[in-house]
């Protein structure tokens, strides 16, 4: 039976997984992912782990659940890690993180478009610099809906005098 949602439980612990399995649990998983991530769950309250290939090997041995491995972050060792998981019993993978850009501010920019200072992307450092001055207002930011009100107010007296004369003719 296929749900919507499936409940996954983080353990590298054979008998809770077994007791899992029992309960209607649909899936595990098991951490690999180490790299960085106490940096990156510092002042989270997060729980890491730090489980092993015999970990994975021990789960999938004592249970018919899928075991889904979360590996480290893309890097040169990616494909070894992955061949390693699937020969120790893994049926699914599960990368930690994907991200898009940096958090916070990563480049500075004047009124006019131009980049002025930046961060690179996936890079740790910081913009020390003045804000670019604004460039002066715009008209409509000097008299708002004057302009506007102006021109409505022409464009009504210009029809009443139009139909005025029409009934005057």
Partial sequence: MTHPLELLLFTKDVALARDAERAGVDGLIVDWETKGKNERQSGCDMETNADTPDDVARVAAAVALPVTVRINGLSDETADEIDLALACGARRLMLPM????????SVLIDARGR????????????IDAALPKPLPPTLYARIGDVLFLLLSM???FAGFTYKYRREQA
Avoid at 99 to 104: E, P, V
Avoid at 115 to 126: H, I
């Fill in 98 to 105: 994907a991200r898009s850009a940096n958090t916070g501010v």
């Fill in 154 to 156: 022409v464009a009504f």
């Fill in 115 to 126: 980049v002025l200072d930046r961060v690179a992307l996936y890079k740790e450092g910081r």
